[in-house]
């Protein structure tokens, strides 16, 4: 199902999907486009941010170093019916993640886009670029 959760409670067990609408797509058709310039970032109530988000307790798939292909650019494909397994567990048994508030943003470190354009009078905190978690 595609569905916002912005602002709301996930059940445990939920696997969740990221979207990031943006024009920057074009970049990766460039020859010199490089590697992903689109960092995911999932920040925990605590401060943790993480960088990647765990399938099961052997496999984890990273959120940063994304290269958009379209406008409407998912992080993983929404056929798969897989990305962050809210209920992930480590290889002991205990879940890795813990109930809670999570803040979800993406950064674009094009040409150090995030360092050099900033408004004076912008909070220094990542969280007034925040995108909508999508499931």
């Known amino acids: ?17 990221f979207r990031v609408e943006s024009n920057v797509y074009a970049v990766s058709q460039r020859s010199d486009a490089g590697a992903g310039y689109v960092n995911i970032r999932v920040k925990t109530a605590d401060g943790t941010i993480y960088t990647a988000l765990w399938q099961n307790s ?3 798939i990273p959120i ?9 650019y998912y992080w993983v494909n929404v056929a798969d019916q897989r990305g962050w397994n809210t209920a992930a567990m480590d290889i002991n048994g205990a879940r890795l993640y813990k109930a ?36």
Do not use: C, H
């Not at 199902?1 to 999907?17: A, R």
């Not at 170093?65 to 406008?71: F, I, L, N, R």
């Not at 809670?100 to 905190?125: F, S």
């Open 100 to 135: 809670g508030a999570y803040t979800v943003y993406a950064e674009l470190d094009l040409n150090r886009i995030k360092d050099n354009y900033k408004a004076p009078d912008a909070p220094t905190t990542p969280e007034r670029r925040s995108v909508p978690p999508r499931r």
């Open 64 to 72: 940063t170093g994304q290269a958009p292909t379209s406008s409407l």
């Open 58 to 60: 052997t496999i984890s």
């Open 1 to 17: 199902m595609n569905k916002d959760v912005t602002g709301k409670s996930v059940p445990v067990g939920e696997f969740l999907n």
